[in-house]
């Protein structure tokens, strides 16, 4: 399995869509929801994006970015409208849920028409890797006036039919990762270091061994050994390429997996998570863990599912 894959497994639209209006100006919407990831996509029309801590983003038709926390949506930089805050209660039917919402025969055509998809915390671990990767406004180079994806989703908006929630999901999901791999691949780009990594014929197939199965007893020999090159060229390639040394990366993806583990999966005992990732004795395990993410697995399976704190870097 490539890096990159991996990461984005755990990050996926559920239930999401928590936004999905028709404007007429002036407008001015806050997007208040504690979703650390905000598709936003505009099917008509043009308005302002707004983020904490970075400049405004203009968004016109056809046009899709990916915002980290919280942003507000405005028809001007000097709106006159009263700012209303919108959150993932919006989406229910009280509140104008997805087939109570949507009053346009031609999603297309006069109104500004926007669609909002959160990605929520679930797996803590894959997520907080993820947004190490990504700034504040993801926004790749590429139009997406040709993308038949957002025909499709037009479309089933437009409609209230059985399993309408699941389609959407894919959807966000389908047009999330077209996004963040047109933005990783971009000219002139500072994508993260694993992800051109992978298309290098050592390295690539280093990675995908890795995460094929993080919990393998590897070694730089072992490794080196299942890429046909010896210890030093791996070690040296590797380091070169991804920014630190191949046992390292590992440790540090080990202990992205524990940290969805530990919240995932409550009935596991500490020691069987870290049999899981690799660790045949919980306190070696222990002992990595907070070394990388300042707290020890207990403290951070009860932050976590009290719902403390944000999310924890995967950089340590």
Known sequence: MDAFSDLIRGVRAQGSLFGCTALSAPWSLRFVDSAPLTLCTLLSGEGWVVPEDHPPELL????????RGPFSFVDSLDTSATPVDCGEFC??????????RLGWNDPFHGETNLIVGAYPVRSRGRMSALLDALPVVVRPPSSAAEDPVLDHLAA????DAPGQQVVLDRLLDWMLVCLLRDWFDRPGGTPPPWWAAQRDPVVGAALRLLHADPAAPWTVVTLAARTRVSRSTLAKRFADLVGEPPMTYLTRWRMTLAADLLTEQP?????????AVGYSDAFGFSSAFKRLRGVN???????????????????G
């Open 60 to 67: 016109r038709a056809r046009e899709t970015i990916l915002v």
């Open 156 to 159: 089933e908006l437009a409609v």
């Open 297 to 315: 697995p207990t403290g951070y399976r009860r932050a976590s599912l009290a719902g403390d704190g944000v999310l924890a870097s995967s950089r």
């Open 267 to 275: 009935s596991m005992s500490i020691a069987e998570v870290a049999r």
């Open 91 to 100: 989406a229910t039917p009280d509140q104008g849920g997805t087939q109570h």
